[in-house]
């Protein structure tokens, strides 16, 4: 049975890397996609979009932005590591805001943009699943625990269900040894938001955002009702990756799945 589509279909971050990708592939989902980011939008809006610029830390614009959506796609926010200042308006404060105009808008389903970095000091060398202790490596992966646990009080309380994607590496390709167990296609970061749109009762769900690669760290076992189903692999990449400079054994990439996160900062002066 084919998916119903939503009348308007909100996209944050549609600037950003990944939001230029999802802005083609989320169309079918959609009569009317809703594009925004605090930066220009280029090229200008086709037929079926709209764009409405908007600062996430700006609340009373948040809810102007999220007035006669039907589901959210909010990838917006800082996307890398940086001084917490630099963080707490769009990530902390931007993912309230969202959620609180979801709440007063109507609006019972988000996919939100969480990821690796939330469970980022956890070792290479362990299997983990939704169940198991958050150890963000950074304040971006600090912003996203928050934003999991958003997610958690909005649907208890107000009844608004939400995917929370932990996102490994979605790029065009794996750059580096660490991305083979990471990476995420395009193709199944589309899947993951299709099955987050759709799929009936999921209250608030956690699923780790990787493809189906040889070796992973991450069990999905408490999102099997997604029925998530990875086309890709990072392995047709393997050849190309082992011919580069593999860092030293005690290199953070090597060792925590966060990578390099994990030592980046303290941003001081």
């Not at 929370?164 to 990471?182: A, C, D, K, L, W």
């Amino acid at each position: 049975m084919q998916n119903p589509i939503f009348q308007r279909l909100l996209l944050t971050g549609a600037a950003g890397g990944l939001g230029k990708v999802l802005r083609h592939s989320l169309k079918p989902f959609a009569e009317t996609l809703r594009l925004s980011d605090i930066s220009a939008i280029e090229p200008a809006a086709a037929a079926g979009e709209e764009v409405q610029l908007c600062d996430l830390a700006d609340k009373h614009a948040v809810d102007a932005l999220v007035a006669g959506v039907d589901a959210i796609v909010h990838f917006g926010g800082v996307s890398t590591e940086h001084a917490f200042e630099t963080i707490v308006g769009p990530n902390i404060c931007g993912v309230y805001h969202i959620y609180e105009a979801a709440r007063r808008h109507g609006v019972k389903r988000v996919i939100f943009a969480s990821s690796n970095h939330v469970i980022g000091f956890h070792k290479q060398t362990e299997t983990i699943d939704a169940s198991s202790p958050r150890r963000p490596d950074s304040y971006y992966g600090l912003s996203k625990s928050f934003g999991e646990d958003v997610a958690t009080f909005y649907f208890d309380r107000y009844g608004i269900e939400t995917l929370s994607i932990r996102i490994g590496s979605s790029f065009p390709e794996p750059q580096n040894p660490r991305m083979m167990h990471t990476w995420l296609s395009y193709d199944d970061l589309t899947q993951l938001i299709e099955r987050g749109l759709f799929t009936e009762n999921i209250g608030h769900t956690v699923v780790y955002g990787a493809s189906a690669n040889a070796h992973t760290w991450w069990d999905n076992r408490y999102a099997s009702h997604l029925n998530y189903q990875p086309k890709d692999s990072s392995e047709r990449f393997r050849e190309q990756v082992e011919q580069l400079p593999k860092p030293a054994a005690d290199d953070p990439a090597m060792v925590y799945q966060g990578g390099a996160f994990v030592a980046q900062g303290p941003f001081e002066g």
